[in-house]
């Protein structure tokens, strides 16, 4: 169970997971061991799985992004996940209920690359069909 402490060790990390202990100490008024310490349960316990590097807005901004909803044949569903690691255009996957058995969140440089990925995604053995939506402006982001 995460105390309300951790909650808030959490949501300053997503901000900025580069904090360092000192600044999270002060922003929790929390000693640097205890930071340390919470820091250190929160990865052993699984809770924290690693810090990741997050555009700056201005390289964001020239981005474009896309919801893609896919239909995957269902005997070739580890074959088509496997195949949609290896681009890295595909920044988040997720298997989702419905219609379609995936949702992949793409980030490519223009949109004639957005094009070509799409097409990419579609020709890959065991993918039936595609529905994909570009992403206009994100109004928050957590």
Known sequence: ML????????????????????????????????????????????????YV???G???RNKLVSSHVSIKVKQKL??????ELRKIPEVAELYA??????????L??????QLSQILDDIGNLEGVERTNSAVILETKFKR
């Open 77 to 82: 569903t580890a074959r088509t996940n496997v």
């Open 96 to 105: 989702i209920s419905g219609e379609y058995d995936l949702i992949a969140i």
């Open 107 to 112: 980030q490519a440089q223009s949109l004639n």
């Open 53 to 55: 590097v997050q555009y």
């Open 3 to 50: 105390t309300q402490q951790d909650q808030q060790l959490l949501s300053i990390l997503r901000s900025n997971a580069r904090a360092s202990v000192s600044d999270l100490a002060r922003a929790l008024n929390l000693s640097r061991s205890t930071i340390q310490n919470r820091m250190a349960k929160l990865e052993q316990s699984g809770v924290i799985n690693g």
């Open 57 to 59: 807005s201005e390289y």
